[in-house]
Nanobody, 121 residues
Framework: QVQLVESGGGLVQAGGSLRLSCAAS????????MGWYRQTPGKQRELVAR???????NYADSVKGRFTISRDGAKNTGYLQMNNLKPEDTAVYYC???????????????WGQGTRVIVSS
């Protein structure tokens, strides 16, 4: 069974930085896209950033210029560097990945349990 585990969240003041990690483990043949989403009470889960297998990136307009997504294929790990954090960035951040578990299977999406980010004024 594939498992994604996020880490690196916490409480920071506005203008500070955090680096989130997403470690994938279990039966993994290959990983295609990896991404980060966030959610607050009463709101839909929204895309923050995404990175493809060839490292092409995509960002939400609200985080462009402040956040950077990356990945380490050898470690099956994704990262989200968050700089100049704002109070509106406060949310639970979730890792998502499209993973092929066997060479004869199909690509399927997996989600982590989430890590909390709180940005104070």
């Amino acid at each position: 069974q594939v498992q994604l585990v996020e880490s690196g969240g916490g409480l920071v003041q506005a203008g500070g930085s955090l680096r989130l990690s997403c470690a994938a483990s279990g039966m993994i043949f290959s990983i295609n896209d990896m991404g980060w989403y966030r959610q607050t009470p009463g709101k839909q889960r929204e895309l923050v950033a995404r990175i493809s297998g060839d490292t092409t990136t995509n960002y939400a307009d609200s985080v462009k210029g402040r956040f950077t997504i990356s990945r380490d294929g050898a470690k099956n790990t994704g990262y989200l560097q968050m700089n100049n954090l704002k109070p509106e960035d406060t949310a639970v951040y979730y890792c998502n990945a499209l993973i092929l578990t066997t060479s004869w299977g199909v690509m399927r999406p997996y989600w982590g349990q989430g890590t909390r980010v709180i940005v104070s004024s």
